[in-house]
């Protein structure tokens, strides 16, 4: 078994700024609306909205990915999901340290990944290239990736 830790110092920062900044927002949009600039308000409800977005995928994410022969398992918490290497359609990257691994069009995963804009597709340090060089060794093909 191969255990991947893939969450990272920066994005665990960014998420725990990210809910200061919520925290933030709730009451500046209080104040907006008491003195009726309802502008404003719509800005914030927006920022705010993305601003859950963001922290509801950064929780859905598995930080932890095992790999077995016949399977790899994600962890997060005491949730665990197997998934077989045969069943492993696409590893897309996102943005926001994210990478999704397509199973089927209405099961797919979050896991954190470790990306930015300038860095190589062919990096080394890149989570989707690990994962599928680790999944290629264990099954002889390397499934579909989809870069940044």
């Given amino acids: 078994m191969v255990s ?7 994005p665990r920062r960014i998420y725990f700024v990210l809910l200061a900044l919520l925290a933030f927002l709730i009451p500046l949009g209080i104040y907006e609306v008491y003195n009726k600039q309802y502008l404003y308000f719509a800005l914030e409800a927006v920022a705010f909205a993305f601003g859950v977005s963001y922290a509801v995928r950064f929780k859905r994410a598995f930080p932890i990915i095992e790999l077995y ?3 790899l398992t994600l962890v997060r ?3 665990r ?3 077989p290497y045969d069943a492993i359609g696409t590893v897309e990257e ?6 999704t691994i397509y199973i089927s069009p209405k099961e797919q995963y979050l896991i954190h990944s470790n990306h930015y804009p300038g860095m190589p597709k062919d990096d080394t340090k890149r989570t989707v290239n690990i994962l ?3 999944i290629k060794k264990r099954t002889g093909e390397c499934p ?4 940044r």
Wanted: zero cysteines.
């Fill in 4 to 10: 991947i830790q893939t969450m990272e110092k920066k």
């Fill in 69 to 71: 022969r016949e399977h």
């Fill in 77 to 79: 918490g005491t949730v």
């Fill in 81 to 83: 999901k197997e998934v």
């Fill in 94 to 99: 996102m943005s926001n340290f994210l990478a």
């Fill in 132 to 134: 599928a060089g680790e």
């Fill in 144 to 147: 579909y990736i989809k870069h």
